[in-house]
């Protein structure tokens, strides 16, 4: 879709970037949640899911790459990676419809629950299924297809399992990065990726990298269980700020 970026839009993207890439450094947040939460204050929903796309890609890849161990995970969630897919066109589809209220409805759930969730601090033990990892698979796929927000339910399902803190990373970023390159395809079949857009997600890289560089210099300084606390909040609240703006 045509889209005319001025200083003060690109300024507002930059920052943005840099701020989500900081708490991702951090605290180890997810980028797209935190970043789409923010742009949806200022940009259209179907313009701010494209820009964040190639920053998330290559940040997860970089991550499943470090993690190691790719092809087993692969193996023992194929079907929670496979079943995203139709959810995946179904968000898109959603996305497509034209209106900007259900994705902002959706993505301030979302946030609203992984902000909540980690502040009450409780935990589910859950047993791996093949009819689980499906249905989680289906749901978080739509829910990325109309937000663009990749975390939910899928973190706090594989937290739930007893699984190693490699193979969770391992797990989580190869969900990312497989559902990031589908969501590119689609949203570019949509005609909602432009040459302009494509330009400006790139240049966005330079603050994203600088964004974590920086946060990964905080974390060893600050309190992480603290500082961790006081993002979750900020997520939940701003996730509160969507779900309100969607109903006026």
Not at 27 to 46: P, S
Not at 132 to 139: K, N, P, Q, S, T
């Amino acid at each position: 879709m045509p889209v005319a970026m001025g200083p003060l839009n690109l300024a507002l993207i930059f920052l943005t970037f840099f701020f989500a890439a900081f708490l991702k450094g951090t605290a180890g947040l997810g980028f797209a949640t935190t970043c789409l939460g923010i742009m949806a204050a200022y940009l259209d929903m179907r313009v701010a899911i494209p820009l964040v796309i190639i920053p998330s890609l290559l940040s997860n890849a970089l991550v499943m790459i470090d993690a190691g161990g790719f092809l087993p995970i692969l193996r023992r969630f194929k079907f929670m990676f496979l079943a995203a897919l139709p959810g995946l066109a179904l968000g898109l589809w959603l996305l497509g419809g034209g209106s900007s209220a259900m994705p902002r409805l959706v993505l301030g759930a979302a946030m609203i629950l992984y902000g909540g969730g980690s502040l009450w601090g409780r935990t589910l033990n859950l047993t791996q299924r093949p009819l689980l990892d499906c249905a989680v698979g289906v749901v978080t796929g739509a829910v990325n297809g109309l937000t663009g927000s990749q975390i939910m339910p899928i973190l706090p399902y594989l937290m739930a399992l007893p699984i190693s803190k490699d193979e969770l990373v391992q797990a989580i970023n190869t969900s990312f990065t497989l559902s990031s390159i589908i969501m590119l395809v689609g949203l570019n079949r949509l005609g909602l990726v432009s040459t302009e857009l494509v330009v400006i997600s790139l240049a966005g890289l330079i603050p994203v990298f600088l964004g974590i560089y920086i946060g990964g210099k905080v974390r060893r300084r600050l309190p992480e269980a603290t500082f961790r606390k006081i993002v979750f909040a900020l997520i939940g609240l701003l996730g509160a700020g969507l779900v309100i703006r969607a109903f006026l």
